[in-house]
């Protein structure tokens, strides 16, 4: 597009120069790749910005969904007699879910530094399809457990890397009000895949091979690859088919968190301050509570009322169906609330937070104490599914902060996260040595409970919604949220560019 005079740029990465207290200039326009003569670069339906979270959703179903793929051929092949060495060879790999736990802990900071350091777009993209790749050749090497090891390690660091790159995205791509919807809805990926992982795996194992749905969703994540590649770019000022409508009112809401890295992190007063302890607290709390419900329900329910869940059937799928819901919602609502500056930011985070973690941890200090299995299965999906609000509390809470180093505490705070899910499971045993004593049981879903309540006190007293002192240059700390421009509000200026 022609310069009009009105902006410049100067900068020699295409990041403006700010002229005005929120800063944002017109850009030369990057040229046309040569797909984008025939097709347009984003889902025709909606803007840029939903292109990318859509994308992201689909990405993360992708990955999600791989992790059944294991699950279900173990089902697959204990149905077969003992003698058949195939089944013996899947049987062995029981413990492949604690590594690729361990690996999503160990990427969750390198994770969020990639994606400060380099494009998050890139680092996201070659997550999900080295996860892609990797699952295909998983099936080619079950006899070879020692590779069959370092494959699922390797998997599930690619994984791992996804959440923090997300959040480095959402740096240059969310605009203030619209943070919680444009996260919650790439979230919500996750359990799209799980819940689509369990229909697709449970389907192609029992109608063809349990190989196959290793290929399918191998495929899958690499013609998705091909898509992210060309709809989504590090930044919308990169973007050639943007429209200067589009850019202007990411770039004006954003401000400066929409420019360059500065070069150094200042990790000292990151690992000092309140409101990151506060996301970590929460995050803690939060991954203990999903951790003891994932390992613990089913003996809980088959101990104590003789019930067993059937992993393939509609009980297995109905939480992730709520939890979606439940995401969405929230994500609308939370920024509802903030555009009408109903609630400020920071009330709104503890709002969600103390809703999600205060019903999450009645239903598990209750859950001991009821008599029936169908009493009991209403409360694990009220906790589950109510766990979905918390997103547009805590997690959110990452970009509300301190966007520009969003990636890095997200690693950090999904480091201490996957550090409970290792530790749930151990520290439960030494408890539940007798799953026929309701007590034992009592101790056990109390404490999450417990953990929970007080972690929404905790979060109540340190968390806020603010830009934090030392996240952003000095004018940027003083910007107040009635100065940032509604997207329709743009139009007659954005004509005039």
Request: hydrophobic fraction near 45%; charged fraction near 15%; charge should be positive.
């Amino acid at each position: 597009m022609p310069n009009s005079g009105k902006y410049k740029r100067t900068n020699e990465d295409n990041s403006p120069e700010p002229e005005s207290q929120v800063p944002f200039e017109a850009f030369i326009r990057p040229p046309l790749r040569a797909i984008d003569k025939y097709a347009e670069s984003k889902i025709s339906w909606l803007s840029h910005r939903y292109t990318v979270a859509v994308m992201a959703f689909l990405g993360f179903a992708v990955i999600y969904g791989t992790r059944f793929n294991l699950m279900m051929a173990r089902m697959y092949f204990d149905k077969i007699k003992p003698e058949n060495e195939t089944r013996l060879h899947w049987s062995t790999a029981n413990n492949l879910d604690s590594f690729s736990l361990l690996s999503n802990l160990v990427a969750q900071l390198p994770g969020g530094l990639l994606a400060y350091k380099f494009p998050a777009n890139k680092v996201f993209g070659l997550g999900v399809v080295c996860s892609a790749v990797l699952n295909i050749l998983i099936p080619m090497v079950t006899e070879r457990q020692k590779i069959l090891v370092t494959f699922y390690f390797l998997q599930g660091f690619a994984q791992g890397v996804t959440i923090p790159a997300l959040f480095g995205i959402w740096r240059f791509w969310s605009p203030t009000f619209e943070r919680s919807k444009l996260t919650t809805i790439a979230l919500s990926g996750m359990y799209a895949g799980m819940m689509l992982g369990t229909i697709i795996c449970e389907h192609l194992s029992n109608s063809i091979h349990p190989t196959i749905m290793f290929i399918f969703f191998g495929l899958l994540g690499i013609v998705w690859y091909g898509f992210w590649y060309w709809l989504v770019l590090e930044k919308p000022r990169n973007h050639p088919t943007i429209t200067e409508q589009e850019l202007m009112y990411i770039e004006k809401s954003l401000g400066e968190s929409a420019k360059h890295q500065v070069p150094c992190i200042p990790w000292i007063k990151i690992m000092t301050s309140l409101p990151v302890f506060a996301i970590v607290i929460a995050t803690f709390c939060q991954k203990w509570s999903y951790y003891t419900l994932g390992y613990y329900q089913s003996r809980f329910l088959r101990h104590t009322f003789s019930f067993k869940i059937n992993e393939d059937g509609l009980i297995a799928i109905l939480p992730y169906i709520m939890m979606i819901i439940i995401l969405l919602l929230g994500g609308f609502l939370s920024d509802l609330l903030r555009q009408k500056r109903i609630l400020s930011t920071t009330n709104v985070r503890k709002f969600f937070l103390c809703v999600s973690f205060i019903v999450q941890g009645v239903c598990l200090l209750y859950l001991p104490n009821v008599h029936t299995a169908p009493r009991a299965l209403l409360l694990i999906l009220g906790c589950k599914a109510m766990s979905g609000f918390a997103v547009s509390g805590f997690i959110v809470n990452h970009l509300d902060i301190a966007p520009r180093y969003a990636s890095i505490i997200m690693g950090i705070s999904n480091t201490v996260g996957f550090v409970a899910g290792l530790a749930c499971p151990i520290l439960t045993d030494l408890m539940t040595f007798d799953q026929t004593d309701k007590g034992v049981w009592s101790t056990v879903f109390s404490s999450a409970g417990g953990l929970l309540i007080a972690g929404a006190v905790l979060y109540v007293i340190l968390s806020s919604g603010q830009l934090q002192s030392w996240a952003e240059p000095k004018r940027e700390e003083q910007k107040v949220l009635s100065e940032i421009p509604e997207e329709n509000s743009l139009r007659n200026d954005t004509k005039e560019v």
